[in-house]
């Protein structure tokens, strides 16, 4: 589970920026590996009934040979995609499937190619380095790691929202971005001899130490998981923590130090400016919110809008947002939506009396009609946001980017909220004002006077009376010419 949250990011018209060198074969693309399409679904494939020849499988027989090119490889990440590896002096990638002589011809070509730009570019390809090519017709898509410094790199330079990455505020501040994309290739690629300088499992195990403590001791801690969470990943990865060269383990281990490094990102961690607490703001603003209307509709819902308005801002400071948080959210949400519909479903059935009691049949239809409003807008709700209450992160950043508004922030969406305890409490209200109603005028005018005296009480104790200030004795000073 990964809460990190979905950015979208804006390119071009073509989705791509200019290639960086022309070649025989097509355009050479710099690309993400976020943006690579992993999950997309390239073809549909149909099943068929097919021949089981005598003896087929058996370890007795030799298998058919797959023929790949030289120093290729072929290896099966745990989730079950296909890539393609090649060990030389410096380490390549690719999901192509070269068992096709076509492709397998374009992937070395473009591999000889980009090496001679590199070469030109006096680019030193050590060990370390890996390079991915992701085939597009005739272009090429492209990206570097270098698995020493866990870091992205093409070969030549471009503006971060050209190859998608987001604004920073310090270069070290882009390394952390470009390390997020590093732990995301490290996830996909896996299977493959790697030889990395440090034991990433026990880094992923002493992050996660630090933030299930941090949760149990800080009730704003920034840590991207949960307390439980973090107790359920340590079970897995403490015993596999020896276990540094199985690929499925690091898979694990990588897209768990992926989220820690986006959150790093988000928290700014290690800049001039961090955030140490996920309630507060550290990015500047521009513009300001609209107060009038929140006042208006605070007062018609009785101040529930209010609460609602307040809880969406705080859980998307900085317009991030914390899978637990949102979650947490939701649940409140549901639980109190399901308290006012019950409690105006009560309420409603005591409308069955004013067929038999003498009573006003305007205000018993406009409490009943509002009651009515209360189960009604409660029964959208729950239909609607009950299954957030088990949302991801990008469930919830795809929420509230979308309902914030410029000028008026998340009054929108907390008025929507507040209607069901908002129409419940106004039922409530004009029900029992029936009673009210059928008094005759002397005992109104004594309420009326209770109300007053009690509202004149309450001023007069918020008064405050003027103390005297209590001056203490100064001590008298020894005098120098004091005898025993």
Request: hydrophobic share 40%; with cysteine.
């Amino acid at each position: 589970m990964n809460p990190v949250v979905h950015i979208e990011v804006s390119l071009k018209q073509d989705g791509r920026i200019d290639s960086i060198e022309a070649s025989p074969l097509g355009n050479l693309y710099p690309i993400l590996p976020q943006h690579a399409g992993r999950y997309l679904v390239a073809k549909r494939v149909e099943r068929s009934h097919t021949v089981i020849e005598p003896g087929m499988f058996m370890s007795s027989r030799t298998p058919v040979p797959q023929y790949l090119p030289p120093q290729w490889s072929r290896h099966v990440h745990p989730e079950g995609q296909v890539y393609f590896c090649r060990m030389a002096q410096f380490t390549a990638v690719t999901d192509a499937h070269l068992s096709k002589d076509e492709v397998a011809n374009k992937i070395t070509k473009w591999i000889s190619h980009i090496e001679k730009q590199a070469l030109h570019k006096s680019f030193n390809l050590s060990s370390s380095v890996e390079l991915y090519l992701q085939l597009e017709d005739d272009d090429c898509n492209y990206y570097f790691v270098d698995h020493s410094t866990r870091t992205l790199f093409w070969l030549d330079a471009f503006e971060t929202h050209e190859v998608g990455l987001l604004p920073v505020v310090s270069s070290s501040h882009l390394k952390l971005q470009l390390e997020e994309q590093y732990w995301q290739h490290l996830e996909y690629f896996c299977m493959h001899p790697l030889d990395l300088e440090s034991n990433i499992i026990e880094e992923a195990i002493s992050h996660l130490v630090h933030g299930c403590g941090d949760h149990m001791t800080s009730q704003s801690s920034t840590f991207p998981y949960s307390v439980k969470e973090c107790k359920q990943f340590l079970t897995l990865l403490v015993p596999a923590r020896d276990r540094v060269h199985d690929g499925q383990v690091l898979s694990l281990a990588a897209r768990l130090n992926n989220a820690i490094a986006a959150n790093r990102f988000w928290t700014h961690y290690g800049q001039e400016q961090a955030r140490l607490s996920r309630d507060v703001e550290i990015l500047a603003k521009s513009g300001h919110e609209c107060t009038w209307t929140q006042s208006i509709a605070s007062f018609i819902t009785f101040g529930t809008s209010e609460t609602f308005r307040s809880r969406l801002t705080s859980i998307f400071n900085d317009s991030y947002v914390y899978e637990y948080d949102w979650r947490s959210t939701m649940t409140d949400n549901v639980k109190t939506w399901r308290t006012a519909f019950g409690m105006s479903l009560g309420f409603l059935t005591l409308h069955l009396f004013c067929f038999y009691l003498p009573v006003l049949q305007p205000l018993a239809l406009v409490s009943g009609a509002c009651l009515s409003l209360s189960l009604l807008s409660a029964t959208m709700l729950l239909h609607c946001y009950e299954p957030q209450t088990k949302g991801t992160a990008g469930d919830a950043y795809s929420y509230l980017s979308k309902t914030r508004s410029p000028k008026f922030g998340f009054q929108g969406p907390a008025l929507l909220f507040a209607l069901p305890q908002a129409f419940n409490l106004w039922g409530i209200f004009l029900l029992f004002s029936q009673a009210f109603c059928a008094l005759e005028p002397f005992y109104l005018a004594c309420i009326a006077a209770i109300l007053a005296f009690s509202t004149l009480a309450v001023k007069m104790s918020s008064v405050s009376i003027p103390r005297i200030p209590f001056i203490a004795p100064q001590p008298q000073e020894k005098s120098n010419d004091s005898t025993v």
